[in-house]
């Protein structure tokens, strides 16, 4: 047993608390970075701005991590918010993206692929 939620320490103090929370946004954080990567692929992959926003795939995500939220300890419920909030931000860089890639020279594309 090693679960996501079993790795926090019992805090007695608010520094403590902040210093495992700066400890996480450490690891989070330069991953973050990488999933936004992937939206600058996925905007030049699709080449399509009505392709951006994929409800099936959102879907898909969201039942994966209330699964693996559940699995680990933590909240489906605060997972789904969390995962839905951030996936906004994300189709909207993914958007920023695409345009700013076909400012750079991205031929957008005549016909479905
Ligand atoms: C990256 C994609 O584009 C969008 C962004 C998603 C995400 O943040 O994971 C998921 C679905 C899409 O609405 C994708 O279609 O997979």
């Known amino acids: 047993m090693s679960r996501a939620i ?15 929370v700066n400890a996480l ?5 330069p991953l973050l970075v990488t999933r936004s990567g992937f939206m600058t692929q996925a905007a030049r992959v699709k080449n399509d701005p009505q392709r951006v926003r994929d409800e099936d795939r ?5 039942d994966r991590v209330r699964e693996q939220a559940a699995a680990e300890g933590g909240s489906p419920e605060l ?3 969390l995962y839905r909030a951030m996936m906004e931000l994300f189709i909207a860089y993914e958007h920023q993206e695409l345009a700013r890639l076909r400012a750079a020279g991205l031929t ?3 016909d479905k692929e």
């Not at 946004?25 to 954080?29: A, Q």
């Open 79 to 81: 997972m789904e918010q």
């Open 108 to 110: 957008p594309k005549t």
């Open 25 to 29: 946004d450490d690891i989070l954080v």
């Open 58 to 62: 959102i879907q898909t995500i969201v």
């Open 6 to 20: 079993d790795k926090v320490p019992h805090c007695t103090t608010m520094e403590e608390v902040r210093q495992g």
